[in-house]
């Protein structure tokens, strides 16, 4: 078993300002650690996140089919914008669940 103590090195690597494809950015989403919202509601983040998967998505299904097609597209843009739109799934798949659970605990709770 690989261990994990390389990772907090490599993600503090990573900033908004180095890996910036738009995903998140128009939702006012920054990579900050201070916690503070930007005064967004919750279902405009979750709206805005949606819409950037969709979009995350659309571009991968065109860079494949451009690579399918021959029409220019490289190998590695289409591998890029695959693993981009899967990220982005992802990462919109757990906020769900824990939206879900969220929700679940919450309507069991007795007053």
Do not use: C, W
């Amino acid at each position: 078993m690989i261990g994990m103590s390389g990772v907090p090195a490599v993600l503090n690597g990573l900033n908004s300002a180095t890996v910036d494809d738009g995903f998140l950015s128009d939702a006012g989403v920054s990579a900050s650690s201070t916690g503070v919202g930007a005064g967004i509601p919750f279902a405009g983040v979750l709206q805005s996140m949606v819409k950037q998967t969709s979009m995350l998505d659309e571009k991968a299904t065109q860079a494949v089919t451009g690579l399918l097609n021959g029409s220019g597209v490289e190998i590695h843009d289409a591998m890029i914008a695959t693993q981009k739109a899967n990220m982005a799934f992802e990462l919109a798949l757990q906020v769900r669940n824990k939206a879900v659970g969220a929700y679940q605990q919450m309507m069991g709770m007795q007053f």
